[in-house]
């Protein structure tokens, strides 16, 4: 089995993506010819734990014809995909929580053939693109056809290696539909409006970046203020025989934003100062780990096994499945993790860990550590 840096794990079958990179210059000199047009949807925003879970803008109008490339424009990872009106999953299936009974979307994880009911692994219908290898673009005629674009990203994923970017569909049947990213398939939603050929009132790429500008500034500012409220101050209440409970949140979802696609993928606070006896318990609403890793480097979060026929298995780490506490207090010899913590996963949405060796302890979460998400408990005696 191979280890591929944490959140680099796409490395292994970004070859099979390749052909996705060069699509738009192809798109837009052939649907030139046919007198239709190609227009460029940002995917998600943001930088560094400051991230923007949308489509910008989230809704196009074009003409029958015409064709969308959708460009990566953040460092989470994120696809688009048309899910609307399909009702037949494989392996890791799960509801849709915008559609209507019976429709479904791939769920993050899914049981990997052969290997035991525990182990689970990135769903290969969220990790690999629909269209094949060298393949035309791929049209949308309406609900009922599942179109990915596999993981797009805007960083190369290291050097050498080309970029998984773009992702370009053409539509031959007006109507208005709906996509999604499943990997945020609860809050990062599009629509695209496809009008009659010979409708005027479509959009042009200039009122496509207008708008795709203005909603990113209104929801960076609102992540951006988030983030000032969660590092402000730490909050604690009386424990037991004197000592402390210090609450931090995973993630910005334990506030109100106003906004739940304006995300700040950091600890809040990021630092926190206890004393030998106290508790920190860490609350999410969002997917994330408290990992204490007792020698860095942290585990990958993905891994890769090659398959005689067909893209690598990619199993996900152990570390993000069941909690582990191997004693009733920190021990910094040993790994401690939350596991998966979020309102959908069985551990639920929070976790605590209590501290009584004097130090400075620092942790991660392990699906976004690489945006910097990071923090550390320093102890103090009491």
């Known amino acids: 089995m191979q280890r591929l840096p944490t959140l680099r794990w796409f490395i292994p079958f970004v070859g099979v993506l390749v052909a996705i990179a060069s699509l738009a210059p192809a798109v837009s000199s052939r649907t030139a010819a046919q007198g239709s047009r190609n227009l460029t949807v940002l995917v998600g925003a943001g930088q560094d734990t400051l991230q923007v879970t949308s489509f910008f803008p989230m809704t196009v109008r074009i003409r029958q014809g015409d064709s969308i490339t959708w460009q990566a424009n953040a460092?989470?990872?994120?696809?688009?995909?048309?899910?609307?009106?399909?009702?037949?999953?494989?392996?890791?299936?799960?509801?849709?929580?915008?559609?209507?009974?019976?429709?479904?979307?791939?769920?993050?994880?899914?049981?990997?053939?052969?290997?035991?009911?525990?182990?689970?692994?990135?769903?290969?219908?969220?990790?690999?693109?629909?269209?094949?290898?060298?393949?035309?673009?791929?049209?949308?005629?309406?609900?009922?056809?599942?179109?990915?674009?596999?993981?797009?990203?805007?960083?190369?994923?290291?050097?050498?290696?080309?970029?998984?970017?773009?992702?370009?569909?053409?539509?031959?049947?007006?109507?208005?539909?709906?996509?999604?990213?499943?990997?945020?398939?609860?809050?990062?939603?599009?629509?695209?409006?496809?009008?009659?050929?010979?409708?005027?009132?479509?959009?042009?790429?200039?009122?496509?970046?207008?708008?795709?500008?203005?909603?990113?500034?209104?929801?960076?500012?609102?992540?951006?203020?988030?983030?000032?409220?969660?590092?402000?101050?730490?909050?604690?209440?009386?424990?037991?025989?004197?000592?402390?409970?210090?609450?931090?949140?995973?993630?910005?979802?334990?506030?109100?934003?106003?906004?739940?696609?304006?995300?700040?993928?950091?600890?809040?606070?990021?630092?926190?100062?206890?004393?030998?006896?106290?508790?920190?318990?860490?609350?999410?609403?969002?997917?994330?780990?408290?990992?204490?890793?007792p020698i860095p480097p942290s585990p990958d979060l993905v891994t890769q096994i090659p398959q005689p026929n067909g893209p690598p298995l990619l199993p996900i780490a152990i570390e993000a499945g069941p909690p582990q506490k191997p004693s009733a207090t920190y021990d910094p010899t040993k790994l401690f993790t939350s596991g998966t913590i979020g309102p959908f996963t069985p551990p639920g949405d929070s976790w605590a860990l209590t501290f009584d060796q004097p130090g400075t302890y620092s942790y991660v979460c392990l699906y976004h550590e690489a945006l910097g998400m990071k923090g550390t408990v320093t102890v103090l005696p009491r």
């Not at 995909?81 to 890791?92: D, L, N, R, Y």
């Not at 609900?143 to 370009?168: C, D, E, Q, W, Y």
């Not at 809040?268 to 860490?282: E, M, S, Y």
């Open 75 to 293: 460092q989470e990872l994120h696809t688009a995909a048309f899910v609307k009106g399909v009702t037949q999953w494989g392996p890791g299936a799960g509801g849709f929580g915008v559609g209507v009974p019976g429709e479904t979307a791939p769920e993050f994880a899914a049981p990997i053939p052969g290997f035991p009911p525990e182990a689970a692994q990135l769903n290969p219908q969220i990790a690999y693109p629909t269209r094949a290898p060298d393949a035309p673009i791929e049209t949308y005629s309406g609900p009922g056809k599942f179109l990915n674009s596999g993981i797009l990203t805007r960083p190369p994923a290291a050097a050498g290696v080309p970029l998984n970017s773009t992702f370009s569909v053409s539509f031959d049947t007006p109507g208005t539909y709906m996509y999604i990213c499943l990997i945020h398939s609860d809050r990062m939603f599009g629509w695209v409006d496809v009008a009659p050929a010979d409708a005027t009132d479509v959009d042009q790429q200039a009122d496509v970046d207008a708008r795709a500008s203005s909603e990113i500034g209104a929801l960076m500012g609102l992540a951006q203020q988030a983030q000032a409220e969660g590092n402000a101050t730490a909050r604690s209440e009386p424990g037991p025989n004197g000592t402390s409970i210090w609450y931090a949140r995973a993630g910005n979802q334990e506030f109100e934003t106003g906004d739940p696609r304006a995300q700040v993928l950091d600890f809040l606070p990021k630092d926190v100062t206890i004393r030998a006896g106290d508790t920190v318990v860490w609350g999410t609403n969002y997917f994330h780990t408290v990992t204490f890793v």
